[in-house]
């Protein structure tokens, strides 16, 4: 009695492994087919893991060049009124009085306050064409005295000094060929007529804010051309601490001398806006595009993986008949056949992976390449871009399969002897 016991445990055994051996072999057999399967999937993975890496990377790269650009920065003095409609972050605000600036100076914890005037200013390039053209962001206002409240530092020359005299991001110097000493125009929108002294980088060593481009000017000229209500008005106002004031501490000492509808921030919320306004939209039209592309990928993948697994199921008709004969359960020829579409799932996604870090690196070289500046900084791999590519990939591979596999563990013997299979379709003696 137990030595049938044994007999039928080991048949069992041997069933049970059966399956799962055909899958490896039908897996090598099916090279070609499957390679195509592995190369969709591969592709719509690239791209899904490509978009989240370079998202990641550009954010962390923005929030590294915006801190340390305004790191001098401790507090923003700005009108509480948005004048958008829509009352968004960043939003363009009312004015404030420049005046404004000398009461602060006298606030106990404050090291220095210098209005910040700035508006829509573009450069026309040597070429005599925009520089900028309908892209990002083209900014002008007045250059800051103070070295710690200025996010830019000078790199070649000077700081303006006298009417018409300005200084432009590198970037811009560069994508416009200008240099110092260049003559050219500013459209606020009433063009005038500059003359380059300085060129500088924002913060230590970035070409720009981002893919912005920046023209700096005298207070005077800033206030003439990009103030809607002339002299005497201000963007902001940016505050210094003494050291030893902390930023919460400086907004707290600040807000009882501010008029009625003016407000105080810290230099750490502010940056975090500009970092918003300057990479937000940018990041959401650019991941959201790279998104379509995975979609589309992964979606031919869907199908291709579909029709692969249903040819390969119809192949093996015989195959499977032969496992029901011997005892495996539908489970198991199910499980067998899904087995293929996990480890195509898998190899996929692990090459898909690799392919989009590689399309990441390569996208942000390519950019700089073509004169559109990004930040600087190494590539952030996260945990949940990994685990979320591979997941997708995997699941795109076994869901895709899944209903040929269903099929699959549905073949049989008929009542009278035939193979049956593709959903219970008896199939002929010429077919077999």
């Known amino acids: 009695m137990s030595a049938g016991r044994a007999v039928r445990g080991t048949r069992a055994m041997r069933v049970n492994t059966v399956p799962l051996r055909l899958s490896l072999r039908s897996l090598s057999a099916h090279r070609r087919r499957l390679a195509g399967t592995l190369l969709?999937?591969?592709?719509?993975v690239s791209f899904l893991t490509g978009t989240m890496v370079l998202g990641d990377t550009l954010r962390a790269n923005f929030d590294t060049l915006f801190a340390d650009a305004n790191a001098g920065t401790d507090a923003v003095v700005r009108s509480a009124d948005v004048l958008d409609s829509a009352g968004t972050v960043g939003g363009v605000r009312a004015p404030v009085a420049a005046a404004l600036a000398d009461r602060l100076r006298t606030v106990p914890g404050v090291a220095a306050a210098e209005p910040s005037v700035q508006g829509a200013g573009q450069l026309i390039g040597a070429d005599g064409k925009p520089i900028?053209?309908?892209?990002?962001?083209?900014?002008?206002?007045?250059?800051?005295?103070?070295?710690?409240?200025?996010?830019?530092?000078?790199?070649?020359?000077?700081?303006?000094?006298?009417p018409g005299e300005v200084v432009v991001n590198r970037g811009a110097a560069e994508a416009g060929?200008?240099?110092?000493?260049?003559?050219?125009?500013?459209?606020?929108?009433?063009?005038?007529?500059?003359?380059v002294v300085g060129i500088a980088t924002f913060g230590a060593?970035?070409?720009?804010?981002?893919?912005?481009?920046?023209?700096?000017?005298?207070?005077a000229d800033a206030e003439r051309y990009l103030t809607p209500k002339g002299e005497g008005q201000a963007g902001s106002i940016q505050v210094r601490a003494v050291d030893g004031v902390s930023q919460r501490e400086l907004v707290d000492r600040i807000t009882p001398q501010l008029p009625a509808g003016v407000q105080a921030i810290t230099g750490a919320a502010a940056t975090q806006e500009?970092?918003?306004?300057?990479?937000g939209r940018f990041l959401t039209m650019f991941t959201t595009l790279l998104l379509v592309f995975a979609g589309i990928a992964l979606l031919v993948a869907t199908f291709t993986i579909h029709n692969t697994f249903a040819i390969v199921v119809a192949q093996r008709t015989r195959e499977n008949a032969l496992l029901r004969a011997l005892g495996a359960g539908r489970g198991?020829?199910?499980?067998?056949?899904?087995?293929?579409a996990l480890a195509v799932g898998l190899l996929a996604s692990l090459g898909g992976l690799l392919g989009g870090i590689g399309v990441a690196a390569g996208l942000k070289a390519l950019f700089s390449a073509l004169g559109?500046?990004?930040?600087?900084?190494?590539?952030?791999?996260?945990?949940?871009?990994?685990?979320?590519?591979?997941?997708?990939?995997?699941?795109?591979?076994?869901?895709?399969a899944l209903l040929p596999a269903v099929r699959a563990?549905?073949?049989?013997?008929?009542?009278?002897?035939?193979?049956?299979?593709?959903?219970?379709?008896?199939?002929?003696a010429h077919e077999q």
């Open 274 to 279: 500009s970092t918003q306004l300057v990479s």
């Open 332 to 340: 198991q020829v199910l499980g067998a056949t899904l087995a293929e």
């Open 205 to 219: 060593s970035a070409d720009g804010m981002g893919p912005s481009t920046f023209t700096a000017m005298t207070f």
């Open 372 to 400: 559109f500046a990004l930040p600087a900084g190494g590539m952030v791999i996260s945990t949940a871009a990994v685990l979320l590519s591979l997941l997708v990939g995997t699941l795109v591979a076994v869901g895709s």
């Open 132 to 162: 900028g053209g309908q892209g990002p962001p083209t900014l002008a206002g007045n250059w800051l005295t103070d070295g710690r409240l200025n996010p830019y530092r000078l790199a070649e020359g000077r700081a303006p000094a006298a």
């Open 177 to 195: 060929g200008l240099h110092l000493g260049s003559t050219t125009v500013l459209r606020t929108p009433e063009p005038v007529p500059v003359t």
């Open 40 to 44: 969709s999937v591969l592709l719509g």
């Open 409 to 428: 563990g549905r073949t049989g013997r008929g009542p009278d002897g035939a193979l049956v299979g593709n959903g219970g379709r008896t199939r002929s």
